[in-house]
């Protein structure tokens, strides 16, 4: 026998000995961050960055596979009791000795998750990871010069960048309302005073937002940068077209924070993905009712909520319950009860 | 269907605006739901398995009869904790709104041989939609049992404290063939349906399942221990289900509950489904910890009137729900756990035995019962 199948043979064993639970179900209440759990990490402190910006240090459980600087993090925090998914940039350099990583969240007005985690995690959180992702990174072979182009907490992926490879040329243009509000601003000066960064801060407050044609004045010779912008859409969209516009539109690398917006309406456009059906409903037929009035095959039950037995997953929009008002809004794993539920604006139910 | 409907002094306007108010308490929990009811039921499904983990621990030396002792009461109370307050609450989305996926009806398994699925369907959704109408809540009795004096009397119910008193001790046996429906499945050639079949399949490795950890592997894993360690688990499963049949009993079986006619239910308006359910439960008064070996279905009213609200907040729901019910006038059943089973069974004892034949008021009623 191999060690392959006796290990499997154990595993079966212990199985059998827990079951309906999974062996794993008690091992996560010692061992939460062990290699094979589901991937987890501990918030083991916040640092505040600004008024309403902090960095979050997270050990990552076992199973991580480490990033690539300027990538995310998808994270799933209890916030009042419901996980509630988010990515943010990791800021921690990939050598860190200790093993920690970090994300650096700006609090946004109304945002659950942000405020949650500037204002209240504390330390020994444990918190949902995914694996890092993204594209938006460093090449392999290092470029002669580089322009960082950010603005807000766009500066966050930059900054996981920043710490990660020196280059000999390095230029950076953030934006930001004012002084206070820059995030890393201290280390960032650290970096100028050491000359291993030049930096030009625009404050919007005083100075308005830039215009992506001061550039020509800001960094003469950006065209030969190798360019890596994040911020706003309005910022990235003129970058585009300037980059393009000149011809080394190649020479950009942006970065779009997940627009995140669903303005939940009056009803709206449903698709029942899975069937490839789309209809028109209104605010207040459950969807349900609509999916089978459209032929689609619905799981149901009670038809009045109490039984559960019509939850379909919801890919994206939003739809309000009937009872209460409230309204849910598409994340992965998301699942809603489709006979109290209607639709509030387009929405896209798995069926 | 008892001679005078405890309801009949209100208006339909009453009923509704009774319906209203009633929205309005479940409303109110579900806004102030949060951070503190998910670290409750959290902490008790983590202290559930430390208890399962040691008191199986403690049993691999059980045939030290103080080890014996310890071990059976830890696992019985794990046992019943994870049927009562955990699983029938996780299963009935209870906990669903938390959006964890190891804490939802859609994934949670339970130690019991009825598979999760089947028994959400025959329990969240039959008993729950039809709670107390003859014929369609088979809950009611659960087809073994005549419980109200307008069914019909047959010889075979001349035994029924006896068949009562077996679906006790081999409760979640019981609850399995319930949730098949045996009786009906078993006759003529339903016993071939595919859709059947799959599911009597999937009882078939639950239950392999269950006895193989119960009565084979945990003992062979206490070595010399193996015989008190199977007398063990075999009392925690026994005490576990006279346990819970127990409290399900009271949740409508005591005197003083109603049930309803299958004709009484067409068309029913929110608020009369709200009345039916207020009508058609008993509670169970007592301390806390009554309250939390029942998985609070001590509050059973309250549990049917909103089963899908967190069970840590019927405690507080109860207080809301026992004013509507003085303020209508309408009869709040409940009391101590012995004199509620003994009610029940006394009905049971009672009902074995024909009675005088009721005054039947609807010429279709006879076979409807019948159908039942
Ligand atoms: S069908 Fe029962 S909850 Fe939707």
Redesign the pocket.
């Known amino acids: 026998m191999t060690s392959a199948t006796l290990r499997s043979g154990a595993w079966k064993l212990l199985e059998m000995i827990t079951t309906p639970l999974l062996p794993s179900d008690y091992l996560d209440l010692v061992s939460p961050l062990r290699a094979g759990a589901d991937l987890r990490g501990r918030i083991e402190a916040v640092h505040p960055e600004t008024g309403d910006a902090a960095t979050i240090v997270i050990r990552p459980g076992r199973g991580w596979r480490g990033h690539t600087a300027g990538q995310y993090v998808r994270i799933g925090v209890d916030v009042d009791g419901r996980r509630l998914w988010r990515a943010y940039s990791i800021t921690s350099p990939t050598n860190r000795q200790d093993g920690r990583v970090t994300i650096t969240v700006k609090a946004i007005p109304d945002g659950k998750v942000s405020n949650h985690l500037v204002r209240r995690a504390k330390p020994g959180t444990l918190v949902q990871l995914d694996q890092p992702t993204g594209d938006f990174v460093l090449p392999k072979a290092k470029p002669a010069k580089v322009l960082y182009l950010t603005a807000g907490s766009g500066i966050t992926p930059v900054m996981g960048m920043l710490r990660d490879i020196e280059f000999d040329d390095v230029v950076m243009v953030h934006c930001a309302p004012q002084p206070q509000d820059v995030i890393f601003r201290n280390e960032l000066h650290d970096l100028v005073a050491a000359e291993k960064l030049r930096l030009t801060e625009v404050h919007t407050d005083t100075d308005g937002v830039l215009d992506i044609a001061r550039l020509d004045e800001l960094v003469p010779d950006w065209a030969e940068r190798e360019t890596w912008a994040c911020g706003p859409a309005g910022l990235l969209d003129a970058a585009e077209e300037f980059w393009s516009g000149h011809g080394v539109g190649e020479r950009l690398h942006t970065e779009r924070f997940r627009p995140g917006i669903v303005v939940a309406g009056d009803g709206g456009e449903v698709t029942f993905s899975a069937t490839g059906k789309t209809v028109e409903a209104d605010g207040a037929t459950p969807l349900?009712d609509v999916g089978e009035e459209a032929g689609v095959l619905m799981p149901?039950?009670?038809?009045?909520?109490?039984?559960?037995?019509?939850?379909t997953p919801l890919k994206a929009g939003a739809v309000r319950d009937l009872r209460t008002g409230e309204i849910t809004e598409a994340e992965p794993g998301v699942l809603i009860?489709?006979?109290?539920s209607a639709a509030a604006g387009p929405c896209d139910i798995e069926r | 269907m008892t001679a005078i409907d405890p309801t009949a002094h209100l208006t339909a306007e009453q009923i509704e605006e009774l319906g209203r108010e009633l929205d309005a308490i479940r409303d109110e929990v579900i806004a102030s739901r949060g951070e503190k009811d998910a670290a409750y039921i959290r902490k008790v499904i983590s202290a559930q398995r430390r208890l399962e983990l040691v008191s199986r621990g403690v049993l691999l030396f059980s045939f030290f009869p103080p080890a014996w002792l310890l071990g059976t009461a830890g696992l019985s109370v794990a046992k019943i904790m994870d049927n009562m307050e955990i699983g029938h609450n996780v299963l009935h989305g209870q906990w669903d709104w938390m959006r964890d996926p190891k804490i939802h009806s859609t994934t949670w398994e339970w130690d019991h041989v009825s598979p999760s699925d089947q028994w959400k369907h025959s329990h969240?959704?039959l008993h729950h939609t039809h709670t107390n109408v003859i014929g369609k809540d088979n809950d009611l009795g659960y087809g073994i049992m005549r419980v109200d004096e307008d069914q019909k009397w047959h010889p075979f119910h001349l035994g029924q404290p006896l068949w009562n008193f077996l679906n006790a001790c081999f409760f979640e046996y019981g609850i399995a063939a319930y949730d098949l429906e045996l009786g009906k499945n078993l006759h003529k050639r339903r016993r071939k349906n595919p859709e059947f079949r799959a599911r009597a399949k999937a009882v078939g490795r639950k239950i392999r399942k269950q006895v193989l950890k119960d009565y084979v592997i945990h003992p062979l894993l206490s070595g010399p221990s193996f015989l008190t360690t199977l007398a063990a688990t075999f009392t925690a499963n026994l005490v576990r289900n006279i346990w819970s049949h127990s409290v399900i009993m009271c949740g409508h079986f005591p005197e003083g509950v109603q049930v309803f006619e299958r004709r009484s239910i067409k068309g029913e308006t929110r608020g009369q489904w709200y009345l039916r359910q207020m009508m058609g439960s008993a509670n169970i008064s007592g301390s806390r910890a009554m309250h939390f070996m029942t998985g609070n279905l001590s509050h059973q009213i309250e549990h049917h009137l909103f089963p899908d609200l967190p069970s840590n907040r019927y405690a507080e729901v109860a207080v809301k729900v026992r004013a509507l019910f003085e303020k209508y006038e309408l009869e709040y059943v409940t009391g101590p756990l012995p004199k509620q089973v003994f009610s029940a069974w006394h009905k049971v004892f009672r009902l074995s035995l024909p009675n005088k034949k009721p005054k039947v008021d609807a010429p279709d009623r006879e076979q409807e019962l019948v159908a039942a």
């Open positions: 349900l149901s039950g009670c038809r009045m909520g109490i039984c559960f037995g019509c939850i009860q489709t006979c109290v | 969240n959704e």
